[in-house]
């Protein structure tokens, strides 16, 4: 799929109701903030769904509106129906227990004297937020189908399982290299491929090897290849080219 620079693409906010299963707030009923992205229709492009591993809410990390960051709009304007979903407890979804300010890590509560607070106070809810299968559930809620997102639980045992094409593409100063080369070769996955990205950290999606990233990931999406190959171990050289390891 070949993108037109012309092409406009479209953005639309969605407000996905649920019942929460986070510990937090279980049984109450609660909002989960999508973003859609595409050029055209909407109808009849395949869909992507992104979402992100913790720590950042979705459009942050998939949508930066400057220049060409944008990785949704990169996806869109190549063909897909793109999405982004924020979890429980980041950016626009809901964010139980986060309005108490006593419920922010001791060390933070400095910031926060004497404006919000005037002195330290023990948490309201010293417990865990959420948890893999609140996660499971709020991307169960959204797709009608929760596919695996995250490290917890993972193993080897638990990688062979794994059937669907997988590409991992992971910045070569990233600190989860090395468990990503892990994964990678436990995938029980015909058609599995890793790329190192050159002169990247785990933030490449913020870097200037961004544009490798999109261009990887669509032609993944579109064609199940990663420069025409459905398996194997590659990189993405300093000037952005794709090699063999």
Known sequence: MARSETIQVRA????VPHVSTVPANKGERVQLYVREKFAGEAAGKPVVLMVHGGF??????????????????????VGFDVFAMDMTGYGKSSRPKMDDPCNVRPAEQKALIPKTLPAACKPTYPYELVNSQSE????????????????????????????????????????????NKELYEDLGSANKVFVAISCASHFVLWEKQHGPLHR???????????????????RIDPQGRFVAN
Do not use: C
């Open 216 to 234: 990887a990931s669509g032609e993944w999406l579109a064609k199940g290849t990663f420069n025409g190959a459905a398996r194997g171990m590659f």
């Open 12 to 15: 639309v906010d969605h407000v």
């Open 56 to 77: 950042s809410p979705a459009t942050l990390a998939f949508d930066v509106e400057r220049e060409d960051y944008s990785w949704m709009s990169y996806l869109a304007g």
């Open 136 to 179: 499971s559930d709020d991307i169960d809620r959204v797709v009608l189908r929760a596919p695996t997102r995250t490290y917890w639980g993972w193993n080897a045992e638990t990688a062979k399982k794994l059937k669907q094409p997988t590409l991992i593409l992971v910045g070569e100063y990233d600190q989860l290299t090395a468990s």
